[in-house]
């Protein structure tokens, strides 16, 4: 008998992190893997693959189907890559709980580091925080669109269409990719806000639904993650605006730090505040930050 309706993506990373989110919930309710029935649901975001996200709808176009069969009852949860999720939800879907995160440091392939490509090399890449990063660094670089999954990138790569792209240590390790590419640290590349994390959307007036999953909720990344978005949301970044955050915790101590640039990584300010997990963290530091920002980083947010 199944148990409990799993939506997600098909690609080969949503459905290991949707294996992940069952192999959880077996282990905590002693449940068997077929008590739980994965219903695979394309997106948009699957199907258009030729366009920046920011062009055709943004992280909606990830999670729309999700929210329709969600809502509809057609699934009990949705399985997510929490960075592909938008700030703001539907009122009646709840994020229910988040996995342990994982490495949330970004990977470069084609090169040991961003000072070894040569001049004016070719570098692929879908993401404007990455994008703006990489020209802060290195304003010689040519930055051309680069969408697909995982392999779709990898076999892009190797095709000699770019010379390096960037992709998410915590997709590549989940795909037992442990060793294809080299982490960037945090303090030459800040990660997008929740990269590493996976969640768990339920409606919101599904009690059953919670108690399950409250089961297997890492709070830690619950708080950190939380905190992100709460940046995301005081700043009212959209796919345009290049922002950086990541959040840390020590006892109940939180810290955040967050960066926001121009698209041409011309110009940039970064920052970060302490406090608890109870305080409002996101608001105090998008409030800092935009004060400091020069007007090329400011105008790109509303907050």
Request: charged share 25%; hydrophobic share 50%; proline share 4%.
């Amino acid at each position: 008998m199944v148990r409990l309706r799993l939506g997600t993506r098909g690609s080969p990373l949503a459905l290991t992190q949707a294996g992940m989110v069952r192999d959880a919930l077996c282990a905590a309710h002693g449940w068997r893997p077929d008590d739980i029935e994965t219903v695979v649901i394309r997106t948009t975001g699957d199907r258009v693959q030729d366009r920046a996200l920011a062009e055709i709808g943004g992280k909606a176009l990830w999670t729309k189907e999700l929210d329709r069969a969600l809502l509809a009852g057609e699934i009990d949860a949705a399985v997510h890559s929490m960075k592909d999720v938008e700030t703001m939800r539907p009122a009646a879907i709840r994020i229910a709980a988040m996995l342990p995160r994982a490495d949330v440091r970004d990977r470069l392939i084609g090169v040991a580091a961003i000072a070894d490509l040569s001049h004016a090399a070719t570098v692929g890449t879908s993401s404007p925080r990455r994008r703006a990063q990489l020209l802060r660094q290195r304003p010689d670089l040519k930055i051309v669109l680069f969408r697909g999954n995982v392999d779709t990138r990898l076999g892009k790569l190797a095709a000699g269409e770019v010379d390096a792209t960037l992709l998410a240590a915590a997709g590549l390790d989940r795909l037992g990719r442990t060793t294809v590419g080299h982490a960037v640290p945090t303090d030459t590349m800040l990660p997008a806000p929740a990269q590493g994390a996976v969640g768990i959307e339920v409606r919101a007036d599904d009690a059953a639904a919670h108690a399950l999953f409250a089961a297997i909720d890492d709070p830690a990344t619950h708080a950190c993650v939380a905190a992100e978005r709460a940046l995301l949301a005081a700043l009212k970044a959209d796919c345009h605006s290049p922002v950086a955050a990541l959040a840390s915790l020590s006892g109940e101590m939180l810290t955040l730090r967050g960066e926001l640039l121009a698209e041409d990584g011309a110009a940039q300010v970064e920052g970060h505040v302490e406090g608890t997990v109870a305080d409002d963290l996101g608001a105090r530091l998008a409030a800092d930050l935009l004060a400091r920002a020069p007007d090329p980083v400011r105008r790109l947010f509303a907050g």
